[in-house]
């Protein structure tokens, strides 16, 4: 809370929960001091013992997030890193709900003038089960070994979290980049990852052919001694397929999926590749460990963000920001995940009306989306937005006249969280 400039009278918070009692928050506190015979009272006295009570924090949150797997005696201390007897498997993790009904995914496409109304994709969670194992087992028969790097040059689809999932599952290390990407800056990212990158994954992109980027792609990559055992391109979109330009040894995304059976899931020490900005440089890849990049998710979704199985969660990202990574990790909790690809501006009203014809719940975007659309339109004006409950911004700092758009057009009662940001 802080004082208006022009009196002595404080100023409301933006945004106040009605029951901040019944949040997951202090649900967690709550546990907490039943477990430790603690009287902590508020996130303050929360988040104070949590950071000079490490192990015990960071152990009660693999307890509390249910973290699926072998969490050691071990969890933090000076002389070994953090969970260091821990065993588990992050797409395990991803995957542990089975349900026939409950959908894992909701795939919508930017409209175009020759399909302008693409259907959206669907994917239940067994489906999406399913679809791991098969494709595993099409990995596995295909040498891929704990390990190796698995590359993706992809749009936002399903099918590029399937790889992902199926990739870790094994033992692989999963590294991404966005399909808008040109060529060069790809090999900038690919050859700092070492020359055992054995497979890439690539779509169809849009009314624009993403198989030229591709092809220059490899040429590239080949120049510097690396060479991708295989190529597998996914068709996302509703136009017909061309294959004339493709090379011989090139495979299909259903050809491959065809070759794999179920398989028994295995555990990763390794999870994923991202990458710095790169802003001024190269971008430096960074790898994260599966166990730290999921006790991080499962924390911030479950105990920080109280998402929950029924949550609809929809972030605009590309496969090439971390965000994405931060949106598949909505698996953990069993919810709906919105996959989108295309622009969000072309058409300002196309994401807030997915928001009331999907339920969406979680909204995730940038501080940059939201400051374009603060410059001429208003979600509110023309769309329900009733199932909206958290708006959640990212990659630079929110500037506050953007909280007060946000709160006068979008939305008064909801939870806008400045999550991050360079």
């Given at each position: 809370m802080t004082l208006s400039p022009s009196s002595e009278e404080p100023e409301l918070p933006l945004y106040q929960p009605e029951n901040p009692q019944d949040s997951a928050t202090f649900r967690f506190l709550a546990r907490i001091n039943a477990t430790f015979g603690l009287a902590l009272k508020s996130y303050e006295d929360l988040y104070i013992w949590s950071t000079t009570h490490i192990d015990d924090f960071w152990s009660a949150a693999w307890d509390d997030t249910k973290i699926i797997g072998y969490k050691g005696r071990h969890v933090v201390d000076a002389a070994a890193l953090p969970f260091s007897e821990a065993k588990l498997n992050w797409a395990e993790n991803m995957l542990h709900c089975r349900s026939e009904s409950k959908l894992a995914f909701i795939q919508a496409t930017e409209p175009t003038p020759d399909v302008p109304a693409p259907e959206l994709k669907k994917c239940t969670y067994l489906e999406l089960y399913n679809l791991v194992a098969d494709l595993a087992s099409a990995l596995l028969r295909?040498?891929?070994?704990?390990?190796?790097?698995?590359?993706?040059?992809?749009s936002n689809c399903i099918e590029n979290v399937v790889a992902c999932l199926a990739t870790t599952a094994i033992g692989g290390i999963w590294v991404s980049a966005a399909a808008d990407f040109a060529p060069e800056g790809v090999i900038e990212r690919y050859v700092g990852i070492e020359s055992s990158t054995p497979l890439g994954f690539t779509y169809n992109a849009k009314v624009h052919r993403h198989v030229p980027k591709v092809s220059a792609l490899l040429s590239g990559l080949a120049k510097k001694d690396i060479a991708p055992s295989k190529v597998i391109v996914i068709h996302t979109i509703q136009q017909a397929e061309v294959r004339g330009d493709w090379a011989s040894e090139w495979t299909s995304w259903d050809a491959f999926l065809a070759e794999g059976v179920d398989c028994k899931l295995g555990r990763s020490p390794s999870g994923e590749i991202e990458w710095s900005r790169g802003s001024f440089d190269a971008p430096l890849p960074i790898v994260h460990?599966?166990?730290?990049?999921?006790?991080?998710?499962?924390?911030?979704?479950?105990?920080?963000?109280?998402?929950?199985?029924?949550?609809?969660?929809?972030?605009?990202?590309?496969?090439?920001?971390?965000?994405?990574?931060?949106?598949?990790?909505?698996?953990?909790?069993?919810?709906?995940?919105?996959?989108?690809?295309?622009?969000?501006?072309?058409?300002?009203?196309?994401?807030?009306?997915?928001?009331?014809?999907?339920?969406?719940?979680?909204?995730?975007?940038s501080a940059k989306y939201i400051d374009h659309l603060s410059k001429g339109y208003r979600p509110r004006e023309h769309h329900n937005l009733s199932t909206l409950r958290h708006i959640y911004s990212t990659g630079s700092p929110l500037a506050p006249p953007l909280f007060d758009y946000v709160y006068r057009n979008i939305r008064e009662d909801i939870l806008l969280g400045s999550i991050t940001g360079s």
């Amino acid at each position: 809370m802080t004082l208006s400039p022009s009196s002595e009278e404080p100023e409301l918070p933006l945004y106040q929960p009605e029951n901040p009692q019944d949040s997951a928050t202090f649900r967690f506190l709550a546990r907490i001091n039943a477990t430790f015979g603690l009287a902590l009272k508020s996130y303050e006295d929360l988040y104070i013992w949590s950071t000079t009570h490490i192990d015990d924090f960071w152990s009660a949150a693999w307890d509390d997030t249910k973290i699926i797997g072998y969490k050691g005696r071990h969890v933090v201390d000076a002389a070994a890193l953090p969970f260091s007897e821990a065993k588990l498997n992050w797409a395990e993790n991803m995957l542990h709900c089975r349900s026939e009904s409950k959908l894992a995914f909701i795939q919508a496409t930017e409209p175009t003038p020759d399909v302008p109304a693409p259907e959206l994709k669907k994917c239940t969670y067994l489906e999406l089960y399913n679809l791991v194992a098969d494709l595993a087992s099409a990995l596995l028969r295909n040498g891929l070994t704990p390990g190796d790097r698995v590359a993706s040059y992809s749009s936002n689809c399903i099918e590029n979290v399937v790889a992902c999932l199926a990739t870790t599952a094994i033992g692989g290390i999963w590294v991404s980049a966005a399909a808008d990407f040109a060529p060069e800056g790809v090999i900038e990212r690919y050859v700092g990852i070492e020359s055992s990158t054995p497979l890439g994954f690539t779509y169809n992109a849009k009314v624009h052919r993403h198989v030229p980027k591709v092809s220059a792609l490899l040429s590239g990559l080949a120049k510097k001694d690396i060479a991708p055992s295989k190529v597998i391109v996914i068709h996302t979109i509703q136009q017909a397929e061309v294959r004339g330009d493709w090379a011989s040894e090139w495979t299909s995304w259903d050809a491959f999926l065809a070759e794999g059976v179920d398989c028994k899931l295995g555990r990763s020490p390794s999870g994923e590749i991202e990458w710095s900005r790169g802003s001024f440089d190269a971008p430096l890849p960074i790898v994260h460990r599966a166990g730290g990049m999921l006790l991080q998710a499962k924390k911030e979704f479950a105990i920080c963000g109280d998402l929950k199985p029924e949550d609809v969660f929809f972030y605009y990202t590309t496969t090439g920001w971390m965000m994405w990574n931060f949106l598949v990790s909505g698996l953990s909790l069993g919810s709906t995940l919105v996959l989108y690809d295309g622009s969000p501006l072309r058409d300002p009203s196309y994401l807030w009306k997915l928001v009331d014809d999907l339920g969406i719940t979680i909204f995730g975007t940038s501080a940059k989306y939201i400051d374009h659309l603060s410059k001429g339109y208003r979600p509110r004006e023309h769309h329900n937005l009733s199932t909206l409950r958290h708006i959640y911004s990212t990659g630079s700092p929110l500037a506050p006249p953007l909280f007060d758009y946000v709160y006068r057009n979008i939305r008064e009662d909801i939870l806008l969280g400045s999550i991050t940001g360079s």
